[in-house]
């Protein structure tokens, strides 16, 4: 599946000099390439791994790393001629964390191209890449704001002065709310990827039905925890038959829905933030929007979404993350790095800030 777009809406009007940024995604099941420039996003495109993987019941890193290598220069060439680029000031692509061998993929092609075009490279990280995405939309946030990150590997509520200026306020102690999706839909035998498939059956259930736990919830803190809830629907999934998993589905998204929610009231009212952004796969999921939107329409807080798409792995998160951080970029390192693992914490503001606080 390719989708290839070019928007003209610009999301900035910066005043700094001209930077043309390629941006390349490949840390899991998606090789997607953009390019942003001082006007806003030029063009982007993804191609989805999806059908590779589906009957395997989830990611194979190899086959994942091979698909990367075949898709990444068409959809960049794609990417090029819907823009009608002619030049770039800058490459970024996704360093971390990830798949190892799908992210070297990335920084090959990234290191290469920089070097035969003399132009400078930045490994980005890919959660900052979620955390910054609704700066793509027409009514971006101001700084600073409290992010819930939502994906298939990380669950993380953060406090986001400024870009760089991130703030940790809690995390999944166990499974990210992504995977527990994702195992919840495989127990109830749903194919992969969980996630989706999961909310789709949960339109059809009852809310009601089963009161599982909400994790944490009743504890002080910020932190989460989903591995008790997976393990209460396999009770569940095994005390009944399959007409009741609808309403186990339903109840499961509940439960996961109300404690996420829960958790970010709490850490609004900690920092004071009126601002909150939801990013990451998970934040496609209807009903968490839903019901965020209610919850912050009655607490006075402004609830920013990047669109669907966006949500989901993407390029065009990265490239914006190389455009606001061009000053850390460095001509001549040609270097292919990739790190599996890096906390977001170690990420320092860049030197020439583009974006100010409201
Ligand atoms: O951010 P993402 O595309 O990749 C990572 O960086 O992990 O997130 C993927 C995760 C998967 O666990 C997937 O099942 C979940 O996001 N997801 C959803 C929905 N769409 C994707 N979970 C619940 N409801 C959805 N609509
Ligand atoms: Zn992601």
Not at 19 to 44: F, K, M, Q
Not at 225 to 243: H, I, N, R
Not at 270 to 291: E, I, P, S, Y
Not at 315 to 320: D, G, N, P, R, V
Request: hydrophobic letters at 45%.
């Amino acid at each position: 599946m390719l989708h290839c777009l070019i928007l003209q809406s610009p999301a900035h009007k910066p005043t700094t000099v001209g930077r043309t940024i390629l941006g390349i995604e490949s840390s899991c099941d998606e090789t997607a390439v953009a390019l942003y420039g001082n006007h806003g996003l030029l063009a982007h495109a993804m191609h989805s791994q999806v059908a590779l993987h589906a009957d395997y019941g989830g990611v194979v890193p190899e086959l994942a790393s091979r698909d990367h290598i075949r898709k990444l220069l068409p959809l960049l060439d794609q990417v090029r001629v819907a823009a009608d680029c002619r030049r770039i000031d800058g490459i970024a692509y996704t360093r971390g964390p990830g798949l190892v061998g799908a992210l070297l993929v990335g920084a090959t092609v990234a290191a290469g191209l920089g070097m035969s075009l003399d132009v400078p490279v930045l490994g980005v990280h890919h959660m900052e890449g979620h955390l910054l995405s609704p700066l793509l939309e027409r009514d971006p946030p101001a700084f600073p704001f409290v992010a819930l990150l939502v994906s298939g590997g990380h669950t993380m509520l953060v406090e986001v002065r400024a870009v760089g200026d991130y703030h940790l306020l809690g995390q999944s102690l166990d499974d990210a709310v992504g995977e527990a999706f994702d195992k919840t839909a495989k127990i109830l035998g749903l194919g992969y990827p969980g996630g989706p498939a999961l909310a789709r059956l949960a339109q059809q259930g009852v809310r009601e039905r089963y009161d599982f736990p909400r994790p944490m919830l009743r504890r002080p803190g910020l932190d989460f925890s989903f591995s008790g809830l997976k393990t209460a629907v396999m009770l569940a999934v095994k005390a009944g038959g399959a007409a009741d998993h609808a309403d186990i589905a339903a109840s499961f998204e509940q439960a996961v829905v109300e404690t996420l929610a829960g958790k970010c009231r709490r850490a609004l009212r900690a920092t004071g933030c009126k601002r909150l952004v939801v990013a990451g796969g998970v934040g496609a999921n209807q009903h968490l929007r839903t019901m965020l939107g209610e919850q912050c329409r009655r607490d006075g807080v402004a609830l920013h979404f990047p669109r669907h798409e966006f949500c989901t792995d993407n390029a065009a998160m990265i490239a914006l993350v190389g455009w606001l951080r061009a000053g850390d970029m460095r001509p001549g390192i040609t270097a292919v790095d990739a790190r599996a693992r890096w906390p977001l914490t170690e990420l320092t503001p860049p030197p020439d800030p583009i974006l100010e606080q409201a």
